[in-house]
């Protein structure tokens, strides 16, 4: 069973810095796509960043401050946030896709306020 987990969320104060890690339990060699979503309270859940096929994506609202990157010897996926802002509070979720399924991690609160 692949499991995927996050850790590096937190809580911070606005226009500061995090960065997330999603460590896999096997080789993300062959994960494609690998991204990251986030789900605030009474929200849906979005798409923050993904990368398919070498190629990054991210929603608008973030573009510019987050970064996503993967480490395939480490098989972790990173997203470096930075100028963070009070919106950008959620439950982050990082997700992949194998030939056997999707898969997604528990999730990583990140609380963003003074």
């Known amino acids: 069973q692949v499991q995927l987990v996050e850790s590096g969320g937190g809580l911070v104060q606005p226009g500061g810095s995090l960065r997330l890690s999603c460590a896999a339990s096997?080789?993300?060699?062959?994960?494609?796509?690998m991204g990251w979503y986030r789900q605030a309270p009474g929200k849906e859940r979005e798409l923050v960043a993904n990368?398919?096929?070498?190629?990054?994506n991210y929603a608008d609202s973030v573009k510019g401050r987050f970064t996503i990157s993967r480490d395939n010897a480490k098989n972790t996926l990173y997203l470096q946030m930075i100028s963070l802002k009070p919106e950008d509070t959620a439950v982050y979720y990082c997700?992949?896709?194998?030939?056997?399924?999707?898969?997604w991690g528990q999730g990583t609160q990140v609380t963003v306020s003074s």
């Open positions: 096997t080789s993300i060699f062959s994960f494609n796509p």
């Open positions: 997700n992949g896709r194998i030939s056997s399924g999707l898969y």
């Open positions: 990368i398919i096929r070498g190629f990054t």
